[in-house]
């Protein structure tokens, strides 16, 4: 008979054989096993969101997310609603990057810095659990998976394989990696773009799923191709990428090869074997586009799931109509998108946002302000909270630490007596 430990180790092995159907894995099991070392370190967060993902890309019609920026605007997405979180790494350049630099999204920043900003933003949902339990309240789920950007991969595939341990080990849910030259790697919406031949984006997906293997965790690995605006190549090394070439030569020495959705789709096809998801970037908002694209990956592999950049470089009015874009994330469902993001959310809204109150601030002073905060009052019905900023960001917890610390009297609390508490209680009743 079976024992009650056997018969789970099955039941998580078929698990696993769903999870990884049609994934290809260069390596073997002893190869994972000997480089895991003898010390077995659990990865609570990126192993939860992982499996969530997962299960939210088989069972939602398709998982939208925004870009955060900081773990404040993750804290208010998930509170807003939204049953994932993504990262930009063009964000992190432009404002979060441990260099404290403004930067293009050129991969000029720190390899670790994406890192930093998952574990910064799981914090923040950490944070926003604990509030919440300690007031009695355990209606959300704060740690909602994150999909982190890791770019080019700073490297080849050793630096790929220590990125994805690092955003892992900050609690990744999922990565996405470029076949761009990762010293070369330009915004996706940016001219100048050198890919890299097909077979180092394939070993650079390899190295991304060692990565997670070897620390045992079913990070969603997405595959993204830029060869639909990228007209450069590092090498014709690869027969895959032959049709593609003109025959020129650039003066670094690069090949020149024909961009456009031919090209992506090729590489696509290429990559679905060793990614969970697929990614084309793409110019402009184009429904025929991604019907086309769709429709060929999964002629090669039905189940194959892709993911779709709703960019803020687009001009959507510009491109199409109030009624098209309403129902734009409907139809790229429909199609196999099921994982559709707004890179830049944060980025623009932080910006927009407060670029407004300045304005109305410089123009009329208190009154602007006292604008937003009604505003902020108004939005409380809808379930905002963090016009109690001091609450927000757990005034109240750290009290009921004290409390506890001194066995229950505490002449010390902090919301107790506080500005906030004796003038926003009305506000939100």
């Known amino acids: 008979m079976r024992t009650q430990k056997n018969r789970s180790k099955a039941a998580k092995n078929k698990r696993s054989d769903n999870r990884f159907a049609g994934i290809r894995r260069p390596y073997s099991q002893e190869d994972v096993d000997r480089l895991r070392g003898t010390v077995k370190i659990e990865h609570t967060l990126a192993r939860r969101g992982a499996e969530k993902l997962w299960e939210l890309l088989h069972t939602e019609d398709f998982v939208a997310t925004l870009g955060a920026l900081t773990g404040n605007q993750a804290v208010q997405q998930v509170r807003a609603g939204l049953k994932a979180i993504y990262l930009s790494g063009w964000q992190v350049a432009a404002d979060a990057n441990l260099a404290c630099q403004m930067y293009p999204d050129q991969s000029l920043y720190p390899a670790n810095s994406v890192p930093a900003v998952i574990r910064r933003i799981n914090n923040a949902l950490l944070r926003a659990d604990q509030i919440d339990h300690a007031d009695g309240e355990d209606r959300i789920v704060w740690l909602v998976p994150i ?8 490297g080849g595939p050793l630096n790929v394989f220590e990125l994805i341990k690092a955003m892992i080990e900050a609690g990744a849910a999922g990565v996405h990696l470029e076949d761009q030259l990762a ?30 293997d070897v620390l045992d965790v079913s990070t969603i690995i997405i595959a993204r191709t830029d060869a639909n605006g990228a007209k450069l190549l590092t090498s014709d090394v690869d027969e ?16 020149c090869v024909r961009h456009g959705l031919d090209q992506a789709i090729s590489r696509a096809k290429s990559y679905a074997p060793y990614a969970d998801l697929i990614w084309c970037e793409t110019s402009t908002p184009d429904l025929k586009e991604a019907k086309r694209f769709a429709e060929a ?30 129902k734009f994330q409907r139809e790229l469902a429909a199609m196999g998108y099921k994982f559709q993001f707004v890179t830049l959310a944060g980025f623009h809204t932080l910006n927009y946002s407060m670029f407004n109150l300045a304005r109305g601030y410089a123009e009329r002073g208190m009154a602007a302000y006292s604008e937003l905060q009604e505003a902020e009052f108004a939005a409380a019905a809808d379930g905002y909270t963090a016009t109690k900023h001091q609450h927000e960001v757990g005034t109240g917890y750290f009290d009921a630490v004290a409390r506890a610390i001194s066995g229950g009297e505490c ?19």
């Open 411 to 429: 002449s010390t609390v902090a919301l107790c007596g506080s500005t906030e508490e004796a003038q926003f209680a009305q506000a939100h009743t």
């Open 297 to 326: 990956v999964r002629e090669q592999s039905p189940n194959k799931l892709l993911a779709y950049n709703c960019s803020p470089s687009f001009n959507w009015k510009q491109k199409l109509d109030s009624t098209t874009i309403a």
């Open 240 to 255: 895959r990428d032959h049709e593609f070439l003109t025959g020129e030569r650039t003066p670094e020495g690069f090949f």
């Open 147 to 154: 999909v982190a950007d890791a770019e080019a991969g700073f």
């Open 183 to 212: 010293s070369e790697k330009k915004c996706g919406h940016m001219g100048g773009k050198v890919l890299v031949p097909t077979r180092h984006g394939i070993r650079n997906l390899v190295a991304a799923r060692l990565a997670a």
